[in-house]
Nanobody, 117 residues
Framework: QVQLVESGGGLVQPGGSLRLSCTASGSIFSIKAMGWYRQAPGKQRDLVAAITSGGSTNYADAVKGRFTISRDNAKNTVYLQINSLKPEDTAVYYC???????????WGQGTQVTVSS
């Protein structure tokens, strides 16, 4: 069973930046399309960015131009660079496979991003 471990969240002021990381155990990471999801209190978990095994990316409209997803298959790690943070970006961020292409792995604990002045 693949395990996912997210890190890099924190408390930042509006306009700030963070870089989130997610490392997966197991050797099948490189063949999977991966995604970053976020869940704000009382809301559903939404896909905000995705990257194919070959490196093609796509983003939710709410984050286009501010979020950048990347991956390092040698390290079994996917990253999310978040710039120009807004209070509405406050959420727990999770990584997992891209739900449009693959079945989910077990969810990790997520990493909290809080944007507040």
């Amino acid at each position: 069973q693949v395990q996912l471990v997210e890190s890099g969240g924190g408390l930042v002021q509006p306009g700030g930046s963070l870089r989130l990381s997610c490392t997966a155990s197991g050797s099948i990471f490189s063949i999977k399309a991966m995604g970053w999801y976020r869940q704000a209190p009382g809301k559903q978990r939404d896909l905000v960015a995705a990257i194919t095994s070959g490196g093609s990316t796509n983003y939710a409209d709410a984050v286009k131009g501010r979020f950048t997803i990347s991956r390092d298959n040698a390290k079994n790690t996917v990253y999310l660079q978040i710039n120009s943070l807004k209070p509405e970006d406050t959420a727990v961020y999770y990584c997992n496979t891209d739900r449009r292409r693959h079945s989910f792995w077990s969810w990790g604990q997520g990493t909290q991003v809080t944007v507040s002045s």
